[in-house]
């Protein structure tokens, strides 16, 4: 969570052990890569400054990778509350199809995507209901 510490002493937890899951996709790989980075730098500072404070690890992971969960989470809230009515929009609109891949390949993230759902239902359901997708999509 928000306030969760992530380093204790010459301890730092990342990946699996910090809980670093997508909310949405339940993907980890990416976030335990980023936070194994972001341990990486943290640690080098500390021994170029021959110190163990590792509390700036956790504040760089509340600052860079929380946020990205929070509106993950959002969106799965969103999403999975009506799953047909989702799925059914995904598979047929190619506007929602780009901007969700836009999030898992790094293009944009879950807040853009999140944002851009929030802002345009009736577009989608124009989209949907007058344009139909009929590509080689979900």
């Known amino acids: 969570g928000s306030s969760d510490v992530l380093h ?11 809980n670093m899951a997508d909310p949405f996709l339940g993907e980890g ?6 936070s194994g980075k972001i341990a990486a730098e943290v640690l080098l500072a500390q021994w170029k400054q021959s110190s163990l404070d590792l509390s700036q ?4 992971i509340h600052q860079e990778i929380l946020p990205h969960f929070q509106y993950a989470e959002k969106l799965a ?3 999975y509350r009506m799953p047909k009515l989702s799925t059914h929009l995904l598979r047929r609109s190619e506007a929602m199809q780009k901007n969700l891949f836009g ?8 807040q853009d995507f999140y944002d851009w759902i929030r802002t345009r239902p009736l577009d989608i359901a124009a989209e949907v209901i007058f344009h139909p997708y009929r590509g080689g999509g979900v």
């Open 8 to 18: 204790a002493g010459n301890v730092l937890l990342a990946g699996d052990a910090a």
């Open 29 to 34: 790989i990416y976030y335990a890569l980023w």
């Open 57 to 60: 690890y956790t504040r760089r």
């Open 77 to 79: 809230r969103l999403i």
């Open 103 to 110: 999030v898992i390949s790094g293009e944009s993230t879950y």
